[in-house]
T-cell receptor, first 107, second 112 residues
């Protein structure tokens, strides 16, 4: 069993839909990261959180430390949100990555 | 633009060869991280440096080595290359351990 599990692996949505991507982990962590990887390969760090909830624009990330679970929500999805979303957890600075969720948003 | 630069963008080389990948962190960042992303293994942490010193080590092969120089740029050396070393190699930087990381555009290495 992987230490970081993401679901779903693939996700398609219509523009405007509310999207949720889930991440569960089995190791002790000090922080959880959500990353976005565009089709060209570039990686952008979206959030780094260790408790509660963070919001940036249409993106919301939550984490439940007791349940070892995090969710990334995208409100009012747009085709430009199409990318691979990767969850990564770290105890020290060694990040362990999930396999990613490929999101496609159609107009 | 994250402010992290990596060179070269693409590299094609033959098995058995040695290559050097270079990373310049964002201005002010002291930590540099190296990651490998391959099709079969996904993203994996290789190694972290902080202000010139090795701070953490992940799944880095003995054929690979890295260093961070006094000007804080870092190099990842890959030797005795094998077909399986073909991957995207990312560098990231942060102000220090435990802080948000900013990723470079990556170097795509193809070993033929």
């Amino acid at each position: 069993k992987n230490e970081v599990e993401q679901s779903p692996q693939n996700l398609t949505a219509q523009e405007g839909e509310f999207i949720t991507i889930n991440c569960s982990y089995s190791v002790g962590i000090s922080a959880l990261h959500w990353l976005q990887q565009h089709p060209g390969g570039g990686i952008v760090s979206l959030f780094m959180l260790s408790s509660g909830k963070k919001k940036h624009g249409r993106l919301i990330a939550t984490i439940n430390i007791q349940e070892k679970h995090s969710s990334l929500h995208i409100t009012a999805s747009h085709p430009r949100d199409s990318a691979v979303y990767i969850c990564a957890v770290g105890n020290t600075d060694k990040l362990i990555f999930g396999t990613g969720t490929r999101l496609q948003v159609f107009p | 633009d994250s402010g992290v630069t990596q060179t070269p963008k693409h590299l094609i080389t033959a098995t058995g060869q040695r290559v050097t990948l270079r990373c310049s962190p964002r201005s002010g960042d002291l930590s540099v991280y190296w990651y490998q992303q391959s099709l079969d293994q996904g993203l994996q942490f290789l190694i972290q440096y902080y202000n010139g010193e090795e701070r953490a080590k992940g799944n880095i092969l003995e054929r690979f080595s890295a260093q961070q120089f006094p000007d804080l740029h870092s190099e990842l050396n890959l030797s005795s290359l094998e077909l399986g070393d073909s991957a995207l190699y990312f560098c990231a930087s942060s102000v220090g351990g435990g802080f948000r990381q900013y990723f470079g555009p990556g170097t795509r290495l193809t070993v033929t």
